[in-house]
């Protein structure tokens, strides 16, 4: 098991190895803003639903792009970089990199994510077979909430994630990428009974974020 400082310290080492690799020094605050972002909506989320340890949490959801820069490099689905390079060091942390990407840990046939397992047939049926063999949990389900929830500015919500998606891509988003998304929100609202934005409100959530990303345009 990772502490916070532990794993922390594995994210400075992904830095200084992305800066080594020519990785522009000045852009690494948009991973760091991400991750740090996802492991902070996590922690806050599971203080208010009993039976969650927030402390674990965030060390899993802080971890769970550990191999994201990695992936074009390696040609290899990044969940699965993540969970080999974790498993011995934090279960928690591992089972957080395999899971993230599939919502409701429900994932589609090879056909239609082939792309994001550079076509590696035995990857993707590793992921299958995870799945299937442990059934899935809150803190599955509340980290693929929360990694909706940052970017690479911070906290925002899922409809600035989608605004956003939309205006970078120039599409709006698939319904079927949102909407098991927004199941999940609905699912972490009735959790703590109220509105999971609540818990974050103007300091966490940027209230300019719309005319901050028209900006960067
Ligand atoms: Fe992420």
């Known amino acids: 098991m990772l502490t916070k400082t532990e794993a922390k310290s594995l994210i400075d080492q992904l830095r200084d190895k992305e800066i080594s690799l020519g990785r522009v020094p ?29 402390e674990r949490i965030y060390v899993a959801a802080m971890l769970h792009d550990i191999s994201r820069t990695e992936e074009e490099r390696e040609k290899r689905f990044h969940g699965i970089l993540g969970y080999e390079k974790l498993i011995d060091l934090d279960a928690d942390a591992a089972r957080s990199a395999i899971t993230h990407m599939f919502p409701w840990n429900i994932i589609p046939p090879f056909e239609s ?29 509340l980290i693929q909430l929360s990694d909706t929830m940052a970017n690479k500015d911070g906290i925002v919500t899922l409809e600035q994630r989608a605004q956003e ?49 028209q900006k960067e345009r």
Request: aromatic share 14%.
């Open 165 to 213: 998606y939309a205006q970078r891509f120039n599409i709006s988003i698939p319904k079927e990428m949102i909407e098991p998304r927004y199941k999940l929100k609905a699912y972490f609202d009735d959790k703590i009974g109220g509105n999971v934005y609540d818990l974050f409100k103007a300091k966490d959530i940027d209230v300019n974020y719309q005319s901050k990303v």
């Open 26 to 54: 000045d852009t690494w605050y948009t991973y760091e803003n991400h991750v740090l972002g996802v492991a902070k909506v996590a922690q806050t989320i599971a203080q208010k639903i009993e039976g969650l340890n927030p």
């Open 113 to 141: 994510c082939s792309k994001m397992f550079f076509g590696n047939k035995a990857d993707y049926d590793f992921v299958a077979a995870f799945l299937k063999n442990n059934p899935r949990t809150d803190v599955d389900l």
